[in-house]
């Protein structure tokens, strides 16, 4: 088996892994279609720069970094981060008016919240993912659900 093969087969293996979870991350700070465009993007970088990605001790958090300013460049092209509206006429399976106060949080709590409590991600997993401490996280995890029940009007 070649060098290049042997390469190739770690690439494939490693997107296996990272693409779900770069995808979810993403999607939880930008919305579903910015963090698809920007996840493919990010996966693109990955195989262009695979040395050195596959040399960091945490590549996935890497990678999480490159796909944060690549969603953002997609935003300032012109795509916006959204969560599109629960229709009025439609029995929706969350509260109607949740898309929008996500919307309202900052980028960090409503990753941190949607990764903790949509996706049921960890403390130690959304942590590593972001490059942050534990005690951060749980912090912008205490925030963004106090916004949230405040502009929902829960538990007031």
């Known amino acids: 088996m070649t060098h290049a093969k042997i390469e190739n087969d770690d690439f494939t293996g490693f997107v296996r892994v990272a693409e ?8 939880a700070a930008f919305g579903l279609q910015c963090a698809q465009e920007a996840t493919s993007e990010t996966l693109a970088f990955a195989w262009e720069n695979w040395d050195r990605v596959s040399q960091s001790p945490n590549p996935i958090g890497f990678l999480f ?31 109607p008016h949740l898309p929008a106060a996500l919307s309202r949080l900052s980028e960090r709590q409503r990753q941190v919240v949607m990764l903790l409590h949509c996706f049921d991600w960890t403390l130690t997993e959304v942590a590593e993912l972001m490059g942050l401490s534990k005690g951060t996280v749980q912090t912008h995890d205490r925030r963004g659900l106090a916004r949230l029940r405040r502009d929902l009007g829960v538990g007031q």
């Open 65 to 95: 970094g490159v796909g944060r300013n690549k969603a953002k460049g997609i935003i300032r092209r012109g795509s916006r981060a959204h969560f599109p509206p629960v229709e009025a006429d439609n029995l929706p399976w969350v509260e």
């Open 20 to 27: 779900p979870r770069l995808c979810l991350a993403l999607t």
